[in-house]
């Protein structure tokens, strides 16, 4: 993984910028209890009964903590 930039602008071409914008349209960010509802409003709108996660982060503590909030939002159901 790349560090991380504060330009991607400089950097990336349209059709790149357009495939990361649809990429992330399903991205849930926020506090661990906005997480969980909007988990909560994932499974309800699809039907899914499992959910794979990606979690892209520079520093591998962010990826961990990331992980953590996740796995904390479904176990407190």
Not at 27 to 35: E, H, K, W, Y
Not at 40 to 66: C, I, K, W
Request: aromatic share 6%; proline share 6%.
């Amino acid at each position: 993984m790349q560090p991380p930039t504060h330009d991607m602008d400089k950097l990336w071409l349209p059709q790149e910028k357009s495939a990361v914008a649809d990429f992330l349209g399903a991205a849930i960010v926020g506090s661990p209890q906005t997480g969980k509802a909007k988990l909560d409003q994932l499974l309800l709108q699809t039907g899914a009964d499992e959910l794979m996660f990606v979690s892209n982060f520079y520093n591998p503590a962010d990826h961990l903590r990331s992980c953590e909030i996740v796995a904390h939002a479904r176990l407190s159901d």
